[in-house]
């Protein structure tokens, strides 16, 4: 093991072949504890409905196109 933190851990794999004393293969892991989500703490609402509300019976059409922003 290289490194271990809090939330972290590094280790160093060594592989050997044939008794030979330099390895052939290394390795560097490194692994993290998961972290809660920003999507965890977000407050969840029915978009159908938000937009219902707010865009009534209107068609994305139904805006004029926005030249350099909207692509056609």
């Known amino acids: 093991m290289l490194r ?3 939330g972290f851990c590094q280790l160093q794999v060594d592989a ?3 008794q030979q004393n330099c ?3 290394t390795c560097l892991c490194s692994f993290k504890r998961p972290e809660p989500s920003s ?3 977000q407050q969840r609402y029915n978009l ?3 937009y219902a509300e707010v865009l009534g ?3 994305p059409d139904s805006f ?3 030249p350099g ?3 056609p």
């Open 64 to 66: 004029p196109e926005i």
């Open 23 to 25: 390895p052939c293969f």
């Open 57 to 59: 019976d209107k068609r």
């Open 39 to 41: 999507k965890d703490y």
């Open 69 to 71: 922003v909207d692509s």
């Open 48 to 50: 159908r409905e938000k």
């Open 16 to 18: 050997y072949q044939d």
């Open 4 to 6: 271990e933190g809090g």
